[in-house]
């Protein structure tokens, strides 16, 4: 059974440029959450999908914008990247009989 | 505002002895919570929770205590192992399937 996997590993982009992170969840889970992890902060919730739509959004930017499939898969897009969105984002599925989340590996994002 | 707060950045023990890390939160709507352990390079996982109409759950070498008119939760880990090494991470949530908050993370070290 595959977990929570998340594409690419790691990403290089250049300040202005626009991103695009992807996720896919554990079998059986149908949501989808965002979060940010900045280098000696825990994780930020950016926003999280279920059923095709954003059902719930952190403190963030609208440069911050996301999707999700009919197969509950989600992408993560980021526009105008700024030198402050280098962070680690992670991915985490759940379903809404289960409270636990389970996360990816993360995409770590670098913008220079 | 940090409603879930890890006030010690790190600690080490001595392999065998007992780690205990600390979490206290500021929301009363808080009614689960979660511990997660990351490794470098990769997400966190899911190690234990509790709901707020329990005091203690116990798996293993791990029990989570909770402290609900206090708002103070820790995690025990007894004996301690060296592959216990990693980043600990406190999380809240509501039930209603609101977002995880996290805390910044304890760095536990285990010395052999």
């Known amino acids: 059974d595959a977990g929570v996997t998340q594409s690419p590993t790691h990403l290089i982009k250049t300040r202005g440029q626009q991103v695009t992170l992807r996720c896919s969840p554990k079998s059986g889970h149908d949501t989808v959450s965002w979060y940010q992890q900045a280098l000696g902060q825990g994780p930020q919730f950016i926003f999280q999908y279920y059923e095709e739509e954003e059902r719930q959004r952190g403190n963030f930017p609208d440069r911050f914008s996301g999707h999700q499939f009919p197969n509950y898969s989600s992408e993560l897009n980021v526009n105008a990247l700024l030198l402050g969105d280098s962070a680690l984002y992670l991915c985490?599925?759940?379903?809404?009989?289960?409270?636990?989340?389970?996360f990816g590996q993360g995409t770590r994002l670098t913008v220079v | 505002d940090q409603q879930v707060k890890q006030n010690s950045p790190s600690l080490s023990v001595q392999e065998g002895r007992i780690s205990i890390l600390n979490c206290d939160y500021t929301n009363s709507m808080f009614d689960y919570f979660l511990w997660y352990k990351k490794y470098p390079a990769e997400g966190p996982t899911f190690l234990i929770s509790i709901s707020s109409i329990k005091d203690k759950n116990e798996d293993g070498r791990f029990t989570v205590f909770l402290n609900k008119s206090a708002k103070h939760l820790s995690l025990h880990i007894v004996p301690s192992q060296p592959g216990d090494s990693a980043v600990y991470f406190c999380?809240?949530?509501?039930?209603?399937?609101?977002?995880?908050?996290f805390g910044k993370g304890t760095r536990l070290s285990v010395i052999a």
């Open positions: 999380a809240a949530m509501n039930s209603g399937n609101t977002p995880l908050v």
């Open positions: 985490a599925s759940s379903s809404r009989t289960e409270f636990k989340a389970f």
